[in-house]
């Protein structure tokens, strides 16, 4: 086996990600990469633009990588306050990973996608071929992803994969710049302060998945036999659903004196373009995917986590 390459290492998926993978195949195998340094990822890490051909060139052919894990991206709120830039590394960045990859014989490239390719127009139970119409620049990046990711896999002999991911919620890194981090805020708030004023409405129902379970799903989907495959970067994963208010009630169970206010603002309107739940059967037939994290199991690794 060859080395494995985390892109975006330093964001809140890939900091549980590299971990796991480093505990799966060996800390020296796994090379953590990020645009900044990060020295709380250890060793071996590469600062690196995804944006750049020769940085991406030199740490794939330096380390003899065989598989990416590309999670460098822009998020959806973020994104919406720089729609140029969101393209330029949500695209550009995987364009150009793509053909580094293809030019140095990377075997594999998994790259998450999201709900955020959805819109007002997808049924409330979207499966992998139901129409996609985003209404954010992050949405559209994750389209054109998925498509770059199929053409690859079509027309080259790199291999490319990926899931569309529902908001996810984590102790590990506090994430910035999603529409569903109130699902992960209101944690820290409540352990941190007391109280948390969400930007959605209380009723906003959402579909999430623990980090523990997202991390699960993409090894299970890197490391799945390719001929048992039937799409290529678009499988949905659907953990849970809920709602603000649903979980508000479950911190205060274990936080009884936890206040929670809604005012919601912009990102309340990419929230009610989304759908509620996920159809995830292509996951659970082709490659055994299912979560094991219901709400209250959420609630308290979280709590327990955070108050450590």
Not at 23 to 34: N, Q
Request: glycine share 8%; aromatic share 10%; net charge negative.
């Amino acid at each position: 086996m060859g080395a494995v390459l985390v892109t975006g290492a330093a964001g809140q998926i890939g900091t549980e990600l590299t971990s796991t993978l480093r505990d799966r195949y060996g800390s020296r195998t796994v090379v953590a990469s990020d645009v900044e340094w990060e020295p709380t990822l250890g060793e071996p890490y590469e600062r690196v633009d995804v944006t750049e051909r020769s940085e991406l060139s030199r740490v794939v052919s330096e380390y003899g990588v065989d598989t990416v894990y590309h999670l460098a991206a822009l998020l959806s709120a973020e994104g919406e306050r720089d729609p140029a830039r969101t393209f330029d590394v949500n695209v550009g960045g995987l364009n150009t990973l793509l053909a580094v990859g293809q030019r140095h014989d990377v075997d594999r490239v998994v790259v998450p996608s999201s709900i955020a390719v959805y819109g007002p127009e997808t049924p409330e139970k979207p499966d992998e071929r139901a129409f996609l119409f985003p209404t954010t620049m992050y949405g559209v990046t994750k389209v054109v992803a998925e498509h770059l990711g199929r053409y690859y896999s079509g027309r080259t002999e790199l291999d490319v994969r990926g899931v569309r991911f529902p908001g996810i919620v984590s102790h590990e890194t506090r994430p910035s710049g999603g529409t569903t981090d109130y699902a992960v805020n209101a944690f820290y708030d409540a352990v941190d302060r007391g109280e948390y004023t969400y930007f959605v409405r209380e009723d906003t129902r959402l579909p999430m998945v623990y980090m523990a379970d997202a991390v699960r799903a993409l090894v299970r989907l890197a490391e799945a036999d390719r001929s048992d495959l039937r799409f290529h970067c678009e499988y949905n994963v659907m953990g849970l659903s809920f709602t603000a208010g649903e979980l508000t009630a479950r911190i205060r169970e274990r936080v009884p004196d936890f206040r929670a206010r809604y005012e919601p603002d912009e990102r309340q309107e990419i929230a009610d373009s989304w759908p509620a739940v996920l159809d995830d059967t292509a996951a659970r037939e082709d490659w055994e995917w299912s979560a094991e994290y219901d709400l209250d199991r959420i609630a308290d690794d979280m709590l327990a986590n955070l108050r450590r």
